[in-house]
Each structure stands twice: as structure tokens, then as C-alpha cells.
């Protein structure tokens, strides 16, 4: 089945559009990951990066274990499991099969974009298989990636095809939540790059729309612009948008209503801060805040995509 | 001593601006690598990832060995390493340590950029270290990385920060070498995003200039447009431009003059498959057919250089 039918059934079935941001830092993890994979004093150096690994693992372990059900989605932020080298990607690993053991779609964050034959290894890395001399390698086995569409039209299609390939999606940057986005995607006046850059996103879809009017190729629109939602709405009708900067970047689930046509799945609403990070503020134990930092995200986001419908 | 200033100096050295592209496919190994690395009847096949990892680094050993003398940085393409999981990038920081033992630079080419948080995890990957409960972890140790500007100036923010604490080197994608590029970077007519790229290396790059007038924010300006690189080299006067595209691409060294103005140093010319695959349309053995072939690149765009300067 495709992607985009996938996730819809997955939202009715949930009644959920929360994804879940993992950007685990080796300094700020749940005190329990960390005193439950070993000791410093017992893992000689050359071993203590696995070891971090390790406790990076627990910790998204646990917290997908608190968030989930609450959520259709986590999404794992690449560069915090690479910069952990080739443990962290064991770790990352690791997130995405503990994501598949809980039912849940993995969105893998990575924002690759590049010319042709390297968007293929891309594709291959994050959805597909690459074969060799001993045998084809697996890759993530994500459910879907993010892509970043500087490079033009044909460094998406590769990574299309293997999307394709694995019935996976693909979220394309359109206009993304930081506030240093302004000088580039919103820009020239009247014709900013964010409307070419829907406009590829809608007319690459075009023929990948399920049966649920949604397209395998979806968009990453900030939740922190809320005003240009209706706008990009508008130019790509059957995309799925992906909502990151709830929460801590200053995004409100109830800005978003225009996201969430024409299917409740069309919105995907992802926070990590104010999920994983919640007993900081709330107090308490990090699982219990994080599971109720999640389900009221999930209720008040249900709220507004029933409100649409 | 800063990037700008290193490379600067290994040029005049050696002699030479080419720069080793390694886009390893395991498909495509050079056959000593792959009989050498051990068999899949003796590996078990949950290690058959880690063997093909291993048939890997050992091709981009041989193939380091065989061009180096006549280059002065090595850019392995991150996308190809990745896809083979936690031993692909285990093979990946090999393929570091190995470029490092030759003398070489390692210019990490991963294309990424994400908003600030993420593209600080980003420069620990490539350039820094991450602190964490176990102590801090090494990244890759790469000397240079490319980065991907669609998100805007704060997203390049911290991995200029991260550089700036390694003595390391950024490039920008400005005008890349795939024929997609141009819907995107060339767009619109009379004030082109390419241009506007240009400004922000310009900008970024003021307060990092080295002692040959050379900064540590560089450009990608792909080698495919040649009749770009005037108006490119006018708008970012000290910018190190890292020209991709020579040779398969069909990119030529003769056409990439105004690159090498103020310095020698300030173009690279990044080549992959016409010296790594050289044997394919040479015959002969893969490491003499890609000795000459980046020996014959590098004689081809040290004349143009010297002719310039």
C-alpha cells in the first residue's frame, strides 16, 4: 500500500496527527537511559562512544514507549544520531525498529538533497537496499524521509523512485520554521521561492494520490508561519504537510486548521522539545509528562482537524 | 591555522587543486578490493553489511594510494557510506583517517542544512565533538564540509561556528552541476538565486579571511556552466570555489579560469568516476589508469592556474 494511504488509515484508526521529533543530545537524556547501559568507569575509551549510543537508544526507546499512544509518527533527527558516528547510526537504527514494534511510521529527518547518482544512494540508504558483491545491504526502513529540493527537480527524483519502490512518502521543504527562512524561500516578492517550490511539490504528486486524496510526496511547512498555510494549502492540494515548531519554536496546534484538508492525515503535527523535554517544565517523571505533553497535543489537534472536516 | 590558510599552502606545495571525489558504489569495487576483504560463504549473513563496509574503505584505500600524489584533498560522498548502515559509516571515518595519513584534506561531502539546533549537531558530526555523560565523542575530523543554504543564513550559522572552532572549511552550495539546478538556482531572470547565494557566502565569509585573501566559506559553483564562474567569482572575490562536475559531468578544466583567481588555491576541481573509474575507457589496472588520469587533471588545471595568476 502507498505511503499516503497508509498514514491516513493509521490517523483514523489513532485519531491522531502527532509526530513524535526525536533530537536526542547525549547531555540532556532521561536520567534513567543513561544509569541503566553501563558505566564509564567499566567501558574502556575506545568504547564509550557506544556506549553514549547506547544511551541515546534507551532514551528514544523510552520515550517513544511514553509518546506512542498518542502519536502516528516519530520522526528521528539524523544529524543527533551521526554525529555519534557509526554507534549513533547503530542507534538510529535501533529508534526506527523500536518505532515499527510500536505501529508507528518512521519519518526520517534528514533533509538529504543531491545530484542524481547521490540521491540515489540516499534513496537507497533511507528506504531501499543497495546491492553489492556479498549480497544486497538494507537500509533505515524508514516510511518516509524529508528532502531538501535546492538541487532542482531531478535530485528528487531518485529519491522519489525509491520512495516509490518501498511505498514510501517524501516530505519536500517548502517553507521551513526557522526565522532565517524569510531570506530565501520568501523571496522575490511576489514570486517568493516557496511558491515554485510548491508547485514542484504538487505537480511531482500528481501521480502519486492514493485513494485517500493525498499524495505520497508531501511538503514541510513550518507551524510557525501559520498565515501562509492557507496560501500553500492552495497551491498543493493533495500534499501532505508536515508541521514541525509546535511547541518550543512557538507554533499553536490551533493555527493550523488549513493544514488539515482534505483528509485529517494532511497535517502532520510534529513536536520534540515540548514532547521529551516536557518534565522540565511540568515537573515529574519524563515518561509521565511526556505522555501527557503528547496526548494533549494529539486532543487539541484532533480538535481542529474535526473542526475542519 | 585556519582552513583557507592550510589548504592555501598544500596547494603550492603539491602543486596541484584536484580534489579525489569518492562516490563508492559496492557494485563497482575495484576487484582487489572485494576478493581481499574475505568471502560470504565464511560470514554470517548478519555481517554481510559490515564485509561489504569493509570491501568499501578498502576501494577508497587503493584508490586514496593510487591518486594522491597528485591531489590535494579527497571529498567523500557521505550519501554512499551511509547507505551501508553503522559499518558504512564506520568505513567512512576510516576512509578519513586514511586521506589524513596521505597528507590530504578531507572535504565531507554530505550537503546538509536544517535549522539551527540540528546543523549544530550537524558540525559536531563533521568538524566538532559531542559532549555527552560518557565524555565527548570525536566526530568525523573532516577538514571541510559542504552545506546546503535553502534554509537560510541561521542555518549556516552554527556550522560556521563549528568550523570556525576546527580550523575547518565550509562550502556553500551556490550553482551546482546537475541540469535541475537551473530551475531552482537560476531563477528568476535578472536576479537569480544563484546571486543571492553568492551574497550570503560574501557576507559570511568577510570576517573569515586567511592570509592568501582566501575565506573559510567557500562555494560549490559546479564545473558545468563554466561561462557562470566570471559573475560568480566577481560577487564572492574570496571565496574557495569547489568544482564538481570535471570529467563525467562533462565539465572541463580548460573552460574553469576565473575559479583561480585570487590564489591558485581558491578552485578545486573535484573529480570521481573519470579517475576512479579511469580503467573502465583507459584498460589496465584501476590504480595506474586513475594514477594518470589525476595526474593529467592535475597538470591540466595547474597550467590554466598559472596562466591566471
Known amino acids: 500500500m502507498r505511503f499516503s494511504d497508509r498514514l491516513a488509515l ?13 533530537d536526542p543530545h547525549p547531555a540532556n537524556l532521561w536520567p534513567e537511559a543513561v544509569s541503566r547501559v553501563g558505566s564509564v568507569e567499566d567501558t574502556p575509551p575506545e568504547d564509550r562512544a557506544r556506549l553514549t549510543a547506547d544511551a541515546v537508544a534507551y532514551h528514544c526507546a523510552l520515550a517513544i514507549a511514553a509518546a506512542a499512544p498518542s502519536c502516528v509518527a516519530v520522526k528521528p533527527q539524523l544529524a543527533c544520531f551521526e554525529r555519534l558516528g557509526a554507534p549513533g ?35 537507497q540508504a533511507l ?16 516510511d518516509a524521509f524529508t528532502a531538501n529540493p535546492l538541487l532542482g527537480r531531478d535530485s528528487l527524483e531518485p529519491l522519489l523512485a525509491a520512495a516509490d519502490e518501498a511505498g514510501a512518502g517524501c516530505f519536500v521543504l517548502v517553507r521551513t ?8 524561500q520568501d523571496e522575490p516578492e511576489g514570486a517568493p521561492l516557496r511558491a515554485k517550490l510548491a508547485q514542484i511539490v504538487d505537480e511531482l504528486g500528481a ?3 492514493g485513494s485517500h486524496k493525498l499524495s505520497d510526496v ?28 509546535v511547541g518550543a519554536q512557538g ?16 497535517g502532520l503535527v510534529s513536536a520534540s522539545r515540548s514532547i521529551v523535554d516536557a518534565h522540565a517544565t511540568a515537573g515529574g517523571d519524563p515518561a ?11 486532543l487539541a489537534t484532533w480538535r481542529i482537524a474535526e473542526a475542519i472536516a
Open 10 to 22: 493509521l490517523v483514523e484508526e489513532r485519531a491522531s496527527q502527532v509526530v513524535l521529533g526525536l
Open 89 to 123: 547510526w547503530a542507534a538510529l537504527q535501533q529508534t526506527v525498529d523500536t518505532v515499527h514494534d510500536h505501529g508507528l511510521l518512521v519519518i526520517a529527518d534528514g533533509k538529504r538533497g543531491d545530484v542524481s547518482q547521490s540521491a540515489q544512494a540516499y534513496g
Open 127 to 142: 528506504v531501499g537496499r543497495t546491492p553489492g558483491p556479498f549480497g544486497e545491504v538494507p537500509g533505515l526502513g524508514a
Open 177 to 184: 520554521s526557522n526565522p532565517g527562512a524569510a531570506e530565501i
Open 207 to 209: 501521480s502519486r494520490i
Open 218 to 245: 508531501g511538503a514541510v511547512t513550518g507551524a510557525t508561519r501559520p498565515e501562509l498555510l492557507a496560501e500553500l494549502r492552495e497551491q498543493m492540494p493533495h500534499a501532505i504537510f508536515l508541521l514541525p515548531g
Open 251 to 266: 507554533g499553536r496546534a490551533e493555527d493550523l486548521g488549513p493544514a488539515f484538508a482534505p483528509h485529517p492525515a494532511a
Open 288 to 298: 509521565l509528562a511526556a505522555q501527557a505533553a503528547a496526548e494533549a497535543l494529539r
